[in-house]
């Protein structure tokens, strides 16, 4: 039982989680560091459902490597979510021949995120919290995960329906609608914006 | 109403003013006498020799009047673009002050009209009536036009302005994390996301978001246009472009062995049958030669931090241009050159002369078997150039044995290799690897459909896996819809070879996923008229059982079987190969 950090939420609640899992913030990690004395981290801006859902995250990742910043780790064949595309310079690490080779490794990494995938699949407004949470907090993973599901939400739909998914009104002038609509003429499938 | 504003006393400047449109200058304007103090005359006079009238018999009454067209003086002329605050009354030096508190009763007023199409055509009528010169009728109608399209146009831009705030509330994210997750689309859903709203535009510019630009299409609309916008807008964020036209940008030629192991071969490379079709007839890309210059200007600063280019079906994209930007991307880690008609040899120059962190390069030629321009040296620069290749594939030339020796025995990371559709290529480069340091070190092997593999060559391998050789290999392909080459003559075929040695290996090297599928004995194969049917479509027929190797149960040994049949190999004429 290691040592416990105390998190107070924006709206007084108090959480109590081990080190390793409230370090996973870099800024919870750098208030601790500083404050010895005391031991309760007040976190303003954060209110408490937030909280609670970034430390469920935070929890799962305490004991495994980030899996998602590096991914470049993974080498392409093996991954199914990434196609390579986070393929880069280091994808001869030793660490990619591991999880080349370690099969129960890569197992348990691959579960991890699809985890992470289900953790996402929430509405819209949380996955707001919980990327202006990760940012504020600094949780390199968490922030990785609620880009991604934000994304997948703009993904995949046209101007329109992405105006109604979040509430926006078109803006342009009648000059910039018409650049807009000759500039993406090309696309497969073009819209009427 | 206007009575009650003169009966406090503050100067109400009615002007009738004519504008010059371009000029946003009263032109000619007459003043009242009765109701302006000289202050706001001199005011008007001072910025032009206007003066004020007033008209009769229109001062009150149920109906009030709109008579003013006012022009602010300051009204800039340019035009205003959206997003920017319109120039409020503070604007407007002191003096002009009183105007445009006139200006905000008298649109009241007119917003206050119960019926303005109505009212408003009325009072217009009477007071053409009124003006006794024709020209006065005309500048009173051309006036009303002016005034009219001037609320109009303020309207509407109030109106964005009022979306754009909304979007400001509605949308909870700063700038700064939405161009993060922008980075995370891909290049179409960008496209709309930008086309949504300004803010969302604006975002949707930054570099960040154009880290990975994919162009492909299934219908070619791309122009180097685009291509060329898109790089700029990276800058020097690029790090992976793909171009060109893909029947279906999901499925990719890349190799996957966990996931394909138990499907059907074709799939794997079933793009790159419909791929070698040729194209002629067909819609061409707009893409030029030149789609790839932006990755070369301004000292290749686009192109220099480029990891991954892939290319499909360019027609017009020829050799000099392909090699020019591969001269500008000196970091490239993963290219696909697929269907463009350049020649091997020269672009294996290039890419081994710049490219030398390359780990996986794919090249499909757009002409089956015609390009035999490989040879040794350029191998040897190929395996000098680029050390870290660990993927290769190259699809449909002439290959010859003792070159992808050198290539095989060359590069010491290379695990995945892939020769389907090769001309000329028997298999002897895989005689005498061993088991020692010279083991071969290949983890899948694709010899699909490669027509001039010879069963006894393949035979050998097959013995060397059993003795405990190609102690790496997880996969192996050597599929073929032709069967295998029979000894010393390619135009006789084995259709049923290996099979003693190919159960052996599946027995006792269950790791290695051993892909053998010929056509079933005895059947007619009329796939040899022309390379139009060489394509995917004709493999249906032969590949119904997708989990078992297709062979002909009522074959005796296999291996000496050669068919009588000379089937006429009607391949154009790529194979005058002996």
């Not at chain 1, 691959?110 to 202006?132: A, G, P, R």
């Amino acid at each position: 039982m290691g040592k416990t950090i105390k998190l107070i939420s924006g709206d007084g609640e108090m959480f109590e989680v081990e080190e390793a899992v409230a370090f996973q913030s870099n800024i919870i990690k750098s208030l601790a560091d500083e404050d010895n004395a005391d031991d309760c981290i007040p976190l303003p801006r954060v209110d408490s459902q937030i909280l609670s859902k970034v430390l469920e995250f935070c929890r799962k990742h305490a004991n495994s490597p980030s899996v998602h910043t590096k991914f470049a780790a993974i080498p392409s064949e093996l991954c199914p979510k990434h196609d390579g595309s986070a393929a880069g310079a280091s994808s001869s690490e030793s660490s990619s021949a591991h999880s080349e080779t370690c099969r129960a490794c890569y197992d348990a990494v691959m579960k991890l995120v699809q985890w992470d995938l289900e953790f996402v699949k929430v509405d819209l407004d949380l996955i707001h919290h919980l990327l202006k949470a990760a940012n504020y907090l600094d949780i390199e993973d968490l922030m990785f995960m609620a880009v991604e599901g934000a994304a997948n939400a703009i993904r995949g739909n046209n101007p329109e329906e992405i105006r109604k998914l979040f509430d926006l009104e078109n803006d342009f002038t009648p000059e910039e609608e018409k650049e807009i609509l000759k500039e993406y003429s090309w696309l497969d499938d073009p819209f009427e914006p | 109403m206007f009575t009650n504003e003169r009966a406090i006393g503050r100067p109400v400047v009615l002007t009738f003013a004519v504008v010059d449109r371009d000029q946003f200058r009263p032109v000619s304007t007459r003043a009242t006498g009765r109701s302006s103090p000289a202050g706001a005359t001199e005011a008007w006079a001072s910025e032009s020799s206007s003066t004020i009238s007033r008209i009769p018999n229109l001062d009150a009454g149920p109906y009030s009047v709109f008579r003013a067209a006012v022009m602010e003086p300051l009204v800039p002329k340019r035009r205003l673009c959206p997003s920017a605050v319109y120039p409020t009354a503070s604007a407007s030096p002191p003096r002009a002050r009183p105007v445009v508190v006139a200006t905000d009763h008298i649109l009241e007023k007119l917003l206050a009209l119960p019926d303005p199409f109505v009212s408003l055509e009325v009072s217009l009528e009477r007071l053409l009536d009124s003006r006794l010169l024709e020209v006065e009728k005309d500048q009173l109608v051309d006036g009303a036009m002016e005034a009219g399209s001037a609320l109009l146009e303020a309207a509407r831009r109030s109106a964005r302005r009022r979306a754009s705030m909304h979007n400001c509330s509605s949308w909870p994210l700063a700038s700064d994390l939405t161009i993060k997750v922008f980075s995370k689309l891909d290049t179409q859903s960008l496209c709309h996301a930008a086309a949504t709203c300004s803010m969302f535009n604006k975002c949707a510019t930054d570099p960040m978001c154009y880290e990975n630009i994919d162009l492909t299409a299934e219908v070619p609309k791309v122009n180097n246009t685009v291509v060329s916008k898109m790089i700029q807008h990276a800058g020097k964020n690029l790090q992976s472009l793909k171009l060109g036209i893909r029947s279906n940008p999901a499925s990719t030629t890349e190799f996957r062995p966990l996931s394909y192991s138990t499907i059907h071969p074709m799939e794997a490379s079933g793009l790159s049958w419909s791929q070698k079709r040729p194209r002629q007839g067909r819609e061409t890309s707009l893409l030029t030669r030149s789609c790839l210059l932006a990755l070369s200007v301004d000292g290749s600063a686009a192109g220099t931090l480029l990891r991954r280019l892939h290319l499909y079906n360019i027609d017009k994209m020829d050799t000099s241009a392909l090699c020019t930007a591969l001269s500008a991307c000196q970091f490239l880690l993963d290219v696909e050159v697929v269907g463009l008609h350049v020649e091997l040899r020269r672009t294996l120059d290039a890419v081994g002369a710049n490219c030398h962190h390359l780990e996986r390069l794919i090249f499909e030629s757009s002409d089956s078997g015609r390009d035999d321009s490989l040879n040794s040296s350029t191998c040897i620069e190929m395996v000098n150039g680029c050390p870290n290749l660990m993927s290769l594939a190259l699809r449909g030339f002439k290959l010859h044995d003792h070159k992808i020796r050198i290539l095989i025995k060359g590069f010491h990371h290379l695990k995945i290799v892939d020769f389907s559709t090769s001309y000329a290529i028997t298999g002897t480069f895989l005689r005498n690897f061993g088991s020692g340091t010279n083991a071969c070190p290949l983890e899948v092997l694709i010899l699909h459909d490669c027509l001039h593999l010879k069963e006894v060559e393949v035979s050998q391998a097959l013995s060397a896996m059993l003795a405990g050789d190609f102690k790496f290999l997880r996969y192996l392909d050597i599929s073929n819809k032709d069967g295998l080459s029979a000894e010393n003559d390619w135009n006789y075929r084995c259709y049923n070879p290996c099979k003693t040695l190919i159960s052996h290996v599946q027995k006792q090297r269950p790791e290695i996923c051993l892909l053998a599928k010929f056509p079933p004995e005895g059947s007619l194969m009329d796939i040899f008229g022309d390379s139009e049917l060489s394509s995917g479509t004709s493999f249906g027929p032969y590949f119904t059982d997708s989990s078992e190797n297709s062979y002909s149960s009522d074959q005796g040994s296999g291996n000496e079987d050669v068919p009588d049949l000379n089937f006429p190999f009607d391949l154009d004429h790529e194979l005058e190969f002996v």
